[in-house]
């Protein structure tokens, strides 16, 4: 049932161009005019009175709800707010009629984010879920929803929910801004476009499977390691860090890379690997300068660029290379090399890569 795989991750993780288009059939017109989401459609009020969108999610779920907050507002210019869903629930926030809650889960079963829903809805918030598992206790306890159709995760690692959920939060906010028109139809054209081609870019960034299992050997027994992105980037860093750490057992911490200066600069040695989410986009410059400053402390650089880049390759001691999408959907496609990295270390250190120590595949416990 690993379908010739040595793990079930590897075997999900290969799967993407497949789930994606799963993911997308149906959603976005041939044309790319329209972009058809049934749980807006029939909502279009309400997501067009929105005075607040409040995210909660838990894990990887989260970060992809950092990611789909961020393509809410910019283009939706909806105010868009990021929860874990452990916070949320004790926080007493403010939460009324006027706000959406978009709850985001792989399982459907996780006991945070079904409390978070409870407490929204005893609030009067129309809640929307985002799920995987159909008929999940999530997926029946929000008012209306959108699967991402990924089917069945058995890693514990979560990789290609994680893409489909950034996908369909993509998709939503595409969707609400159409609907609010916040966004001009070339732009809504251009962007869906750009979507349905990821299935196909995901195809050809597998391709660097062989060279990510090579440098993994550099990397296998290091204790700790950065990862540093900006803007729609940086929640990717967080969970390409997630994923080292759930699966490897090696210490990694995400941030923005501007943040660099404010402290974790003074980690950089020689024993430190920096991982770059990097490709070409309206900060790359600033990013270049990050690694520079990594290299000038003795640090070693993998970093992850569009193809074509002329600047990187020659100061990074190691570069993937992905093909070229608008902004918003490169962390889609900078995040499977996160993957395929995390795996190969944790392959090579002998570690179960699908059943971590200490962890389960959904937490249904507080
Ligand atoms: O099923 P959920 O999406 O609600 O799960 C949330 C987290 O427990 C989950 O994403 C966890 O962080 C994964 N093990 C990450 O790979």
Known sequence: EKGG????MLKEIFEQPNTLFDCIRGRISADGTKVQLSGIEDNASRFINAKRIVLVACGTSWHAGLI???LIEELARIPARVEYASEFRYANPVISSDDIVIAISQSGETADTLAAIKL??????FVYGVCNVVGSSIARATDTGTYIHVGPEIGVASTKAFTGQVTVLTMMALAIAQLKGTISPDA???TAQSICKIPSQIKQTLKLNDKIEQLSRTYTYVHNFLYLGRGYNYPTALEGALKLKEISYIHAEGYPAAEMKHGPIALIDKELPTVFIAPKDELHEKVVSNIQQVKARGGSVIAIVTAGDEIIPSMADHVLEIPSSP???????????LQLLAYHIAVMKGCDVDMPRNLAKSVTVE
């Open 5 to 8: 795989y040595p793990h079930f």
């Open 68 to 70: 789909g907050g961020r």
């Open 120 to 125: 929204a809805k005893e609030r009067g918030a």
């Open 188 to 190: 809504l054209r251009s």
């Open 327 to 337: 902004e918003c959907l490169s962390p889609i496609i900078a995040s499977i090399p």
